[in-house]
C-alpha cells in the first residue's frame, strides 16, 4: 500500500510563478520528512527537508509547510524558474526502523517550468 | 562530495538470467539501500543494509537478493530474471544517525527480453 502519497503526478507552472507539491501520510510513526529532487538521467538528491515539530521550513525559494494535525506536507518553490524543472519526491522516516534510516517515497511529481 | 557509483548505466538481459547489478560508495557508510523507480510508483525499496553482511527487506524483495560482503559495495541480484523486473534500479548510501541523507547513484536501466 502507498504510505505517502504525493499529489499532483505532473505540474506545468509559468516562470516566476509557485509550484505547489503535497503530501499526505497516514503512519504516525514519521518523524523526519525530506524532499529529493531528480533531474534526468541523474540520481534523486536531497533538496530540504523538516521534524514535525515545526510548522515551516524554507531555504532560499525552497519552503516546506507542515500540518501534523492533517497528516500533510508541502513543498512551495517561489519564483519557479526552467532550471527548477525536475521530478520532486516527498519521503518519511520511521523512528520505530532504527538502524538504516528507511525512508518510504511518495510517488513523484514531474514539474515543467515554462519560459 | 559522496559518491555512489552503479556498474552500468543500460543493461540488457534475458529472461531466465541471474543478474547482478554492482554499486560502490567512497564514503564510508554504513547504510546502503536498492530502489526501483516506475513511473507512477516512485521509488520502492527493494532491500537494504545497516552493516556489513547485514540485510533487511525492503517493501518489494520478492525475486531479488543482495551481498554485502565489504563495507562499500551492495550488490543486487536477480536470481532467475524476468520481464516484469525490467525497470530502474538505484543505489543509495547513508550514515547511521537519525534523519543523514540518502546518497544516490545515477541508476542503471535494465531490460530483461
Known amino acids: 500500500q502507498q504510505q505517502v502519497k504525493q499529489s499532483p503526478q505532473s505540474l506545468i507552472v509559468q516562470k516566476g510563478g509557485i509550484s505547489i507539491i503535497n503530501c499526505a501520510y497516514e503512519?504516525?510513526?514519521?518523524?523526519?520528512f525530506p524532499w529529493y529532487q531528480q533531474f534526468p538521467g541523474k540520481g534523486p538528491a536531497l533538496l530540504i527537508a523538516?521534524?514535525?515539530?515545526?510548522s515551516e521550513k524554507k531555504e532560499g525559494r525552497f519552503t516546506i509547510s507542515f500540518n501534523k494535525s492533517a497528516k500533510q506536507f508541502s513543498l512551495h518553490i517561489m519564483d519557479s524558474q526552467p532550471g527548477d524543472s525536475a521530478t520532486y519526491f516527498c519521503?518519511?522516516?520511521?523512528?520505530?526502523?532504527?538502524?538504516?534510516?528507511?525512508?518510504?517515497f511518495g510517488t513523484g511529481t514531474q514539474l515543467k517550468v515554462e519560459l | 562530495d559522496v559518491k555512489v557509483t552503479q556498474s552500468s548505466r543500460y543493461l540488457v538481459k534475458r529472461t531466465g538470467e541471474k543478474v547482478f547489478l554492482e554499486c560502490v560508495q567512497d564514503?564510508?557508510?554504513?547504510?546502503m539501500f536498492w530502489y526501483r523507480q516506475d513511473p507512477g510508483l516512485g521509488l520502492r525499496l527493494i532491500y537494504f543494509?545497516?552493516?556489513?553482511?547485514?540485510?533487511e527487506k525492503g517493501d518489494i524483495p520478492e525475486g531479488y537478493s543482495v551481498s554485502r560482503e565489504k563495507k562499500e559495495r551492495f550488490s543486487l541480484i536477480l536470481e532467475s530474471a524476468s520481464t516484469n523486473q525490467t525497470s530502474m534500479y538505484l543505489c543509495?548510501?547513508?550514515?547511521?544517525?537519525?534523519?543523514?541523507?540518502?546518497?544516490f547513484g545515477d541508476g542503471t536501466r535494465l531490460s530483461i527480453l
Open positions: 543509495a548510501s547513508s550514515e547511521t544517525g537519525p534523519n543523514q541523507p540518502q546518497h
Open positions: 503512519n504516525t510513526a514519521f518523524d523526519y
Open positions: 523538516i521534524r514535525p515539530d515545526v
Open positions: 519521503a518519511a522516516r520511521s523512528g520505530l526502523t532504527g538502524g538504516g534510516n528507511k525512508l518510504t
Open positions: 564514503m564510508d557508510h554504513e547504510n
Open positions: 543494509s545497516y552493516d556489513v553482511k547485514m540485510k
